[in-house]
């Protein structure tokens, strides 16, 4: 070919030399092209034959061809690609499909790797590796291209169909990076509340958030693996805390209604669990605050769905970890303490929460507006720790009060009101506080009989219950159960004689005093 080249060069200048330079040069520029055509159909000539699979679906242009193994129709997979079509599904479907990648050969004969603009036009020096039968070559590619690739996403950013074009071509030609590709612009679209709001602005449906998620192939195991992988590496790193947040809120909010999006939901949040273990130990308060606000809208969004409690569960590890050592006050947020008190008044697993929640309160809870006051009541009625740690706090603020009557002679009969109520709700609450109750008797912010009525049920419910663990303690078991059963009979015991027995014997002697009627 270069030897052709030269030989019409030297023609030109010995034969015809009235010819202008500027049109020979022009003449030497096209034989140039042409040679580079020559060359561009030698190199492709040494492409490999087609194997089996790839001429199944040679005529991909001309009809529909689907393998039994992969239900995808290929002939949309192709025109997606090469920007015919607006449908992205069968791409979508076909790049988070395993039983897809035999036939990634056939499919990249048919498609156009161009017109995204630099850099990602270079895919096409990776074409050959489709054809190649060296396994090492392909997974250097592959290694290749799932580290370059989200760069250039982050330096040359494409729109969302664009975005969606390079994940068919990449998937082509890696299979594991093009499902980096997808992973990303999932996350993309939840961070950039694209899948969240309509065209006006308001908020989705977690129906239409699980529609739009399964769509996009997030509850196929290829996809979700990737995606929990990247959540770990949001976690550990924290530089994306905000973006975790709007990710896992969305998941738990579309898995809360679509059961096909649980296993990546449980996924994910083992996958934080196991970030935040990792960086535990390096983390700033910052970083904690950050990625405990990112687990607590999670976990909101996810209550009151049992078939989610597997994550729950690691969500709820996690926010212990997130806490410890560090002092209280850095999270008393006033947004994560109202999502912490609609979680707990939902759910019965989040313990560590609850710890949390009990210990931030201070005497001033009983000023809290009604509709947060109520919700607090009813995550004491599932979580006893924080009962107890609302009626302490009730005595506390009732002894100020006692100290303010002495010194203005009396207390404002709103205020009178407002005491006798909550002590009503806190007397049904599952564990009593001895001296919280004998106190708010003897204020008569409860009548003696009031409470020998909750009392007396409590005292049959108790009696029950030290009956169940004597009987579990009766057949020796292992030392764990043993030591638990005993606990159980400590804590029956203790209620007994310090808060139930002397309410009954006082009302009982009470009684005794009463005239005759």
Known sequence: MHQRFIHISQHLFNHHPSVPIMRVGELLVGCLLLCQLGFAREEHSTLPEQTAKSKAVASISEKRVESPSCPVDLKKVVKFINRESMDASAAVNFIADRE??????????????????????????????????????????????????????????????????????????????????????????????QLATDTRSEPKTAGQLASEFVKLGLDK?????????????????????????????????ASSVENK????????????????????????????????????????????????????????????????????????????????????????????????????LTPEVVYLPLKSLNLLLMAATNYPELGLSLQRNYLIAGK?????????????????????????????????????LAWTVSQGFLNREEVAMHVSRKFLGYLKRREIASEQLAPRGPLAASLSTMSENLLVGWQLATAHLPILIDWVEHQRKQPAP
Request: aromatic content about 6%; charged content about 20%; hydrophobic content about 45%.
């Open 400 to 436: 100020r009060l006692e100290e303010q009557q002495h010194a203005l002679g009396t207390l404002p009969p709103v205020q009178k009101q407002l005491m006798r109520e909550l002590a009503q709700a806190l007397l049904a609450l599952s564990e009593t506080d001895s001296h919280w």
């Open 261 to 360: 999006l649980i296993p990546t939901l449980d996924k994910s949040a083992e996958a934080f669990l196991e970030g935040v273990n990792r960086g535990e130990k390096v983390y700033s308060k910052s970083m904690r605050k950050s990625l405990l606000e990112a687990v607590v809208s999670a976990t909101k969004q996810g209550v009151g769905s049992h078939k989610l409690d597997k994550a729950l569960s690691e969500f709820n590890q996690a926010v212990s970890k997130l806490l410890a050592g560090l002092p209280l006050e850095d999270f008393m947020l006033r947004k994560f303490w109202e999502d912490a008190i609609v979680i707990l008044s939902k759910t019965t697993t989040q313990n560590n929460l609850a710890h949390v929640v009990g210990l931030s």
């Open 221 to 253: 195991e290829a996809i979700a693996t990737p995606f929990a992988e990247s959540v770990k590496e949001m976690a550990f790193l924290t530089v994306q805390a905000d973006s975790l947040r709007a990710i896992l809120s969305s998941l738990a909010m």
């Open 100 to 193: 897809c990648e035999s036939l990634r050969a056939g499919v990249a004969r048919e498609v156009e790797f161009s017109g995204l603009g630099a850099p990602y036009s270079s895919l096409r020096n990776f074409v050959p590796t489709v054809f190649s039968e060296d396994e090492s070559e392909k997974a250097r590619v592959d290694g290749r291209l799932s580290d370059v690739v989200p760069g250039w996403l982050r330096q040359y950013p494409l729109g969302s169909q664009q975005w969606l074009v390079l994940m068919g071509q990449v998937g082509l030609i890696s299979p594991t990076a093009g499902r980096k590709v997808l992973v990303s612009y999932i996350q993309n679209q939840m961070v950039n509340s």
